[in-house]
């Protein structure tokens, strides 16, 4: 593949993946902050929703690369599999 093949396909993972994660921060941090002030416990709940985070942020970048491949149509067709 040349890199004006590649740029598009590079640049749909990049925004898909960068939007969601930090909508998915964004929403997951104010929760934490919410729970931890309202609650006080600040340890217990802060590493709880770290690990969400870190576990969304790999779901949302799984979501983009699949989302990327089938926008540009990179799937393999049937007799070529």
């Known amino acids: ?3 004006s093949e590649v740029l598009p396909i590079w ?3 990049i925004w898909r993946g960068y939007f969601g994660i ?3 921060v964004l929403v997951i941090g104010f929760l934490n902050g919410f ?3 309202g609650l006080n416990v600040f340890q217990p ?3 709880g929703f770290g690990n ?3 576990i ?10 699949r989302d ?13 599999a």
Do not use: C, T
Request: hydrophobic letters at 55%; proline letters at 2%.
């Open 22 to 24: 930090s909508l998915a």
């Open 35 to 37: 729970f931890s002030e």
């Open 52 to 54: 969400l985070e870190l």
């Open 1 to 3: 593949m040349s890199f």
């Open 56 to 65: 969304g942020g790999a779901l949302i970048s799984l979501w983009a690369m």
């Open 45 to 47: 709940i802060s590493i």
């Open 68 to 80: 990327a491949i089938n926008v540009h149509n990179l799937r393999p067709k049937e007799d070529e």
């Open 11 to 13: 640049w749909s993972m």
